[in-house]
């Protein structure tokens, strides 16, 4: 998810405080003789629906009680590190994609498929393309939970005050621009687009629609210096450039997604995760992303896995069956708040909001690139948010910042 991109993944060591609530070692049996298992995730949005997939599990499993760990995401992949470190990570937590070849090899999670051979569990219940992403050196180690894609998300009140007519898929790269300047009305401090700094939903997707590449197919390069990311981080950047967008402080001081849910900004890009958060506004819908020299927008899911070292091995794999399910994929999918990864379900998340086009999301799954996925995506995402933030700034060209990107992620990638 992009949230799920920001992130930064460092080894925290001694700061021991950040393990409250997220330790297996807390896990065991209760008073009562149940069971405790520990669930990490970090998505306060997902909340009630995770508390309903727990009340219908224990209708199945009475004798064994989840304890819930809401991780922030900026800290989550900070306390997975510390707490893989000393071997407390929790029983079953979320993973996603560019860090699942770390914990995978680092040995601190639990391979999942002869589990899944000895009880019959069929993992042709989700997309292949996610069971790869979670399948290292032959062992499949996370079950999917869910994927998404990026839309367009526009504010359909600016633009009829504006006569601007509504984002389609016949938008490309000019037309977003010339409509956000459109758009943007300074006198009632409204901007046309949001340039934020992310990578999934934001720069990734333009580089691979200006028919650029993230990580060279064999793994041993970036491609941020070259021409087509180079064209397409100054696109982006240019927004706020020529005023269209809130600069970067602006938008740090508040986030693009709280000024575009109060009407101050008409359209950014956005992943279904904000669903919950921008259907109580009625004036907001969301189209496909307008396309560059082709279309393309990333891809990613979210997968459930187990701690290696965990003392329940059995109930948090019970559990993470259920989670599996097409009983839990189908209350995530009533919430909106994901696309459930279980094959046949998703059209139940598009009827969850009827009044939104939640379709863009499912029509971007035709031509999305998956996230980059190696083992230290972590650190490289690290160089791209210390490095990347000086263009954002308007302090250093990208010309000047992408050459040090290249460098820093280049020997990155070779050691």
Request: net charge negative; charged share 25%.
């Amino acid at each position: 998810m992009r949230k799920g991109l920001m992130v930064l993944l460092s080894f925290v060591l001694g700061v021991f405080g950040l393990l409250a609530g997220c330790s297996a070692s807390s896990s065991g049996e209760t008073k009562d003789g149940k069971v405790e298992i520990s669930y990490g995730f970090w998505d306060k949005k997902q909340v009630p629906a995770i508390e309903e997939v727990i009340k219908q599990f224990n209708e199945e499993h009475p004798d064994i009680k989840v304890k819930t760990e809401l991780i922030p995401y900026g800290q989550y992949f900070q306390k997975l590190e510390t707490a893989a470190t000393g071997g407390a990570l929790p029983d079953v937590l979320w993973m996603n994609g560019p860090h699942i070849v770390q914990y995978a090899e680092g040995k601190v999670l639990l391979p999942l498929s002869d589990l899944a051979e000895k009880d019959d569990y069929s993992l042709d219940n989700y997309p292949e393309s996610l069971i790869d992403l979670y399948t290292v050196k032959g062992d499949v180690y996370g079950i999917p939970k869910d994927y998404d894609t990026t839309g367009l998300w526009y504010n359909k009140k600016i633009f009829d005050e504006a006569g601007v007519p509504y984002p389609d898929d016949t938008w490309d790269w000019d037309m977003l621009k010339e409509a956000a300047k459109k758009l943007t009305n300074k006198d009632n401090g409204v901007w046309g687009f949001a340039a934020v700094m992310g990578n999934q939903g934001g720069y990734y997707d333009l580089i691979w629609q200006n028919g650029g590449h993230i990580i060279s197919e064999d793994g041993k390069s970036v491609g941020f210096d070259h021409p087509e990311a180079i064209e397409a981080l100054k696109y982006n950047i240019s927004f706020i450039e020529e005023g269209f967008s809130p600069t970067q402080a602006q938008m740090n001081e508040t986030a693009a997604s709280d000024l575009f849910s109060s009407g101050k900004i008409a359209m950014m890009f956005d992943g279904p995760w904000m669903v919950p958060e921008y259907k109580k506004n009625p004036d907001l819908d969301v189209a496909v992303l307008p396309k560059g020299k082709q279309r393309a927008v990333s891809i990613h899911g979210l997968s459930n896995v187990i701690a290696a070292n965990t003392k329940h091995k059995e109930a948090a794999w019970e559990f993470v069956k259920f989670l599996g399910s097409k009983e839990a994929a189908e209350v995530f999918a009533d919430s909106g708040t994901v696309i459930p990864a279980f094959n046949g379900t998703q059209d139940a998340w598009l009827n969850s909001v009827p009044d939104l086009n939640l379709q863009a999301y499912i029509d971007g799954a035709e031509y999305s690139h998956p996230l980059p996925s190696v083992k230290n995506t972590g650190a490289i995402w690290q160089y791209e948010t210390d490095i990347l933030k000086k263009s954002w700034a308007g302090e250093e060209s990208v010309e000047k910042v992408v050459k040090e990107l290249a460098e820093k992620a280049n020997k990155e990638l070779k050691e």
